[in-house]
């Protein structure tokens, strides 16, 4: 039997703090059991990626406890904040590292909170045994970042569960968004994107926490209120289960305004059940859409429509190009759902971080 030793944040399973990564590490946790592997969750508390001194010490408790020799899979919100604790236990452990996001993409490429984090993230990596990214943007940016060995870089793209196909409406004008409400999704600029086509008819329903920025939060409910679209914006906090599925169910398209993804994981699950994408033209996202890592595109064209990130004008164009051309519609729904058949399981992605395990240890 082989023993696997996974350390996430103690928030992976809080339904009010969804996430993509915790969604992965979850995922890949079960898959791994259900094939057989012993696998020894360790949940540290913290408010990681930004912890206090104690949580760095509860890292180490943990950390400490888990025997000589062992592979020790690590979710890099925790991992990459504590060269601290990780770097001396390189020595003795085999550091696998689940990096969702790169530390600082968030932040200003100019700041310092932003370059401290990735010079504490660089010591980590460059310790670690393999690094694990979601997507191939994600493995080039690390490797040229912090200067990588390429052959310790892996990837393993998320999987996505079967859906059935959303009905959608005759005019196209359910609009979706599935992303924590805060600056780095973009919120802003979708809603000052939705303003400039208020003559149209459409409907958007913001799917997310509301809890990451408050204040960001009452600055968006305020936004809408003084353009005049208030009662056709919706916020319902984060959904899961039944009640997204029904939200999928009812959609027309998803739209996702981020500055910045990694993958995009809300986007094979809207692609799963036939919904086309707007969505901006960063980082993995459109290579989650369906696009080629060397910007080249399937035979069918993408399912949806890419702008660029920071540009209400260009979003708006887009919204109002799929809400005006019903063959604009229906061309972008057939791809939507010939992507749909070629996403992949997780047991493939679990499969990925198998083989990598196998060559760690």
């Known amino acids: 039997m082989t023993i696997l030793h996974v350390v996430v944040p103690d928030g992976i399973d809080d339904p009010d703090r969804p996430s993509g990564g915790n969604v992965y590490d979850r995922r890949v946790c079960r898959e791994l059991t259900a094939i057989g592997w012993s696998v020894h969750e360790h949940l540290v508390r913290g408010s990681w990626p930004t912890p206090e001194p104690a949580d760095r010490a509860s890292l180490s408790e943990v950390v400490a406890g888990i025997p000589d020799g062992a592979v020790v899979l690590l979710d890099g919100l925790v991992a990459s904040t504590a060269p601290e604790v990780l770097v001396p236990e390189a020595r003795r452990l085999r550091l696998v590292i689940l990096v969702h996001m790169p530390l600082g993409d968030g932040l200003p490429d100019d700041g310092e909170d932003a370059e401290q984090a990735r010079t504490r993230e660089g010591a980590v ?24 060995r390429p052959d310790r870089v892996y990837v393993a793209e998320p999987g996505v569960d079967p859906a059935d196909i959303s009905s959608g409406t005759a005019n196209g004008g359910e609009l979706l968004c599935v992303a924590a409400v805060s600056q780095h999704k973009g919120h802003d ?15 958007c329903t913001c799917v997310g926490s ?8 009452d600055r968006l409910r305020s936004q809408v209120r003084t353009d005049g679209i208030g009662d056709r914006v919706q916020f319902t906090g984060p959904l899961t289960g039944r009640e997204l599925d029904v939200t999928y169910a009812g959609a027309d398209v998803l739209v996702l305004a981020s500055r910045g993804e990694t993958y995009g994981m809300v986007v094979t699950e809207a692609l799963a059940r036939g ?31 890419l702008v660029p990130p920071d540009d209400p004008a260009a979003l708006a164009d887009a919204l109002c190009a799929w809400l005006r051309d019903a063959d604009l519609r229906r061309r972008l729904r057939q ?12 047991s493939a992605t679990t499969d990925r971080i198998v083989r990598v395990i196998a060559e760690v240890a």
């Open 275 to 305: 919904l086309p994408v707007i969505g901006t033209a960063v980082g993995g996202l459109p290579q989650a859409l369906g696009g080629q890592p060397d910007g080249g595109l399937p035979d069918g064209g993408l399912p949806g429509l």
């Open 125 to 148: 990596l460059s310790v670690a045994a393999a690094v694990v990214t979601p997507s191939p943007w994600t493995r080039s940016r690390l490797v040229a970042r912090y200067s990588l």
């Open 335 to 346: 791809a939507a759902e010939e992507r749909r058949g070629t996403l992949s399981a997780w």
């Open 189 to 203: 600029v979708l809603l000052a994107a939705l303003a400039m086509v208020s003559h149209l008819p459409w409907r």
């Open 210 to 217: 509301l809890d990451r920025d408050p204040g960001f939060v």
